[in-house]
């Protein structure tokens, strides 16, 4: 029991509290020998877990345990039907949108095949509120546009918000929802991630509730969906978010989506539906600068019971670079060395857990790491960027990429030389000066069938590798 616990913590751990309660709240997990057996209510979710969580599974035993185990997926009858995500850890509305009366098709109540609503004294999803958000030069368009969304809805539609992980994307369309319900009363609104609304498109399709999910959707005043990214390879699930954008957009309903990435990067969700992203307002969201993290620090400690002195909280913001929630971990440490030790939070505590956390959190980069991220980038392979080739789609890449690895790795320029074809280490150097050249007087480079600032192909390539 006590390593099907650890399991369970290492699973919620990995995938983030939302996605567990989603996918692995309602599994039975059992060790028999050297294989773990994981039992689910259905085939459906059999397979869907054996799909798209083997490798979470695995990875989760060999940290609790130490060893891989074999894992095998069956429908086990002892376990229950999966809890639709309408509890305190679902983004879910909390209140229901109205059910139709009738089901003109088979003309049985529409109803029944609703999300069934919160159990009697269960808690509510608190969300985040768009008071609660630090307003920074980082974020400053998208919170303002966030609050049209509120004040104004259907003004702009669709709202597209993209950023990388932690800048904040979850926390306006939380916002948004939280407020617009507060602003506007009766209005039907639903806020949902990419992966609970496939869960719902499939779940209404093996179950022939596909009427019932359309005129659930379709019928919105507002619809914010979190990380669209999701939907790509998922052909059948873009459909129908296509045309339910257009239903709703044909009635001046207030759309708002988030993204890791721009519409120039979602080519894999279609054209059809990045014409319509582009088409509303898109907002970006930078990683935050200090004066933004100072005030998330100090909204964090306000919610903690044990008190953070200023320079405490400053030097958080200052050695802490990453996203909110690196922010909230180190300040949790902090918290919880001070609890242990019954002594308050000084600032020799704080930097000693600051240069623990630094050295478990930073994994060096790889010249490898390098030249994957240029190539995805600019789609040439490993031994193109290693040839001899001095044509432009060639020699630009092989430049920028031993730029990046003489910025970001701590191999020597003999070293980088050889790795990208043999070169010299004047090579490496002749490349930093040119680069640095084509920056200084903003030179485009191609990738693909575009072109782009140096600036922004430089941009793209370290986002590739931060997400290696």
């Not at 459906?44 to 130490?66: K, N, Q």
């Not at 185990?69 to 009858?77: G, K, Q, S, T, Y």
């Not at 020597?412 to 790795?419: K, R, T």
Request: charged fraction near 25%.
């Amino acid at each position: 029991m006590e390593i099907v616990a650890a399991l369970h913590a290492k699973l919620k751990e990995r995938l983030g509290a939302h996605r567990y309660e989603l996918w692995f709240a309602a599994t039975r997990l059992r060790v028999d020998g050297n294989e773990l057996v994981l039992g689910t209510s259905n085939a459906f979710y059999r397979d869907w877990l054996r799909t798209h969580f083997r490798r979470d599974v695995e990875a989760a035993c060999l940290e609790v345990l130490g060893c891989p185990l074999a894992i095998r997926f069956h429908v086990d009858p002892h376990v229950s039907a999966r809890p639709t995500c309408t509890g305190s850890d679902s983004r879910e509305p909390a209140c229901p949108l109205p059910a139709p009366a009738r089901d003109r098709r088979t003309g049985r109540d529409a109803a029944a095949r609703q999300p069934a609503p919160p159990a009697a004294g269960r808690p509510r999803r608190r969300y985040l509120q768009l008071d609660q958000f630090v307003e920074g030069e980082s974020n400053k368009l998208a919170f303002m546009s966030a609050q049209m969304a509120v004040r104004r809805p259907g003004k702009v539609t669709p709202l597209l918000i993209y950023g990388p992980t932690g800048s904040g994307k979850s926390h306006l369309l939380e916002g948004v929802y939280a407020a617009a319900r507060n602003r506007h009363q009766g209005a039907r609104a639903m806020y949902m991630t990419a992966e609970r609304f496939t869960s719902h498109f499939l779940e209404a399709l093996g179950g022939r509730g596909l009427p019932s999910f359309r005129q659930q959707y379709r019928g919105l005043d507002l619809l914010l969906v979190d990380d669209i990214h999701f939907f790509a390879g998922k052909k059948a699930t873009r459909v129908e978010l296509l045309y339910t954008v257009d239903t709703l957009l044909s009635r001046g309903r207030q759309l708002v989506f988030s993204s890791d990435r721009p519409p120039s990067e979602l080519l894999s969700l279609g054209a059809d539906l990045v014409t319509r992203l582009k088409g509303g307002l898109v907002c970006h969201l930078e990683p935050h600068d200090y004066a933004t993290r100072v005030g998330i620090v100090a909204g964090m400690c306000r919610e903690i019971d044990v008190a953070f002195p200023e320079d405490v909280q400053l030097l958080v913001a200052s050695r802490a670079s990453g996203d909110a929630r690196e922010l909230s971990g180190v300040l949790n440490r902090i918290q919880l060395q001070s609890l242990a030790h019954e002594q308050p939070v000084t600032l020799a505590m704080a930097e000693a857990v600051l240069s623990e956390h630094l050295h478990e959190s930073t994994r060096p980069v790889r010249l490898l790491d390098v030249q994957k991220a240029v190539c995805d980038l600019f789609g040439v392979g490993p031994d193109s960027l290693r040839s001899r080739c001095n044509s432009d789609g060639v020699s630009q890449p092989r430049m920028l990429a031993m730029w990046l690895a003489r910025k970001h790795t701590r191999a020597a320029l003999s070293e980088i030389g050889h790795f990208f074809g043999r070169k010299s280490h004047s090579s490496v150097i002749s490349a930093q000066k040119k680069v640095q050249r084509w920056m200084d007087g903003h030179q485009q480079v191609i990738v693909g069938q575009n072109r782009f600032e140096v600036e922004e192909a430089i941009r793209r390539a370290e986002s590739l590798m931060r997400t290696a």
